[in-house]
């Protein structure tokens, strides 16, 4: 495949700037959205996926760097149309990287029901352009990558593809709001993790839920400053479960048949040598 094959696979729908002011540097870097179509668009919907909830510098980045790549160069094919924003805090404070310039936290500013004192608007331009597009594309999924640790929370997906994405990827399933446990290292050194605080119930998540959507959430390790150890998750763990994940029809599986298994007949050609002069 040539090299100008590969690059015109993705196309860029949409650039939009959320800072006040597009002309300031600080202020006017723009959310993008990519999309990369399918093999089988019907065979489940599309897929949204997030990435970038910290900044652009930060490992999931990376990660879905690594991801598109592998869908550019046909490492990976996927089944779903793709629709792609690749860093969805285009304009992180330096400062507390999980939120914006305005002091929002995007993954946890969606007006849901379950949240009572929510408007029927996020506070942060970036999380209602998020909105905008996820209920005009009317995914089957969405994905999300976060710099964290390593584990994996979801709404709605079935036992058998989470079980599957843990194997793979050899991250625990933790429930909407667990951490996980504190490494041998940290309890020695008694580390102490500062959490910031999330309103669980404004969550990405929960407005899925609530819409009927489906979505993972793939933690993939902050600390992780080494590229070269990142690409290690990415190749072992990150990338086959993103592969198996991507291609087939994981979340819309064809319905299949009662399986009753037949009686094995062993031709004479596959009998032992020694039982061949009955």
Known sequence: MKANQIVSQWKLLEMVHVGEDPTDTEDGAP?????????????????????????SARNESRVLQLLQKALSSGV?????????????????????????????DIMYDFPTQKNRAASDIAQSAEAN???????????????????????????????????????LSERPVLNIGERPALTEEELKNNIEEELPHHNLDKSLGQWCEEKEILWI???????KKDFEELREDWRLNVGPALKWLLEGPRFNPPVEEPFFPAP?????VDLPPELMNW
């Open 31 to 55: 959310l993008q959205w990519l999309k990369l179509s399918g093999t089988q668009p019907d065979a489940q919907g599309p897929i949204v996926i997030l990435a970038g909830f910290e900044g």
């Open 76 to 104: 990976i094919n996927t089944v779903s149309d793709l629709y792609v924003c690749p860093t969805t805090n285009p304009n992180a404070n330096s400062k507390a990287t999980h939120l914006n310039l305005k002091g929002s």
């Open 129 to 167: 352009h998020l909105i905008r597009w996820i209920e005009k594309v009317q995914p089957k999924a969405v994905l999300t990558l976060q710099a964290d640790k390593n584990y994996i929370n979801h709404y709605g997906v079935s036992d058998e593809v989470i079980e599957k994405l843990t194997t």
């Open 217 to 223: 959430n793939l933690a993939i390790d902050g600390s």
């Open 264 to 268: 094995t007949v062993i031709g004479t």
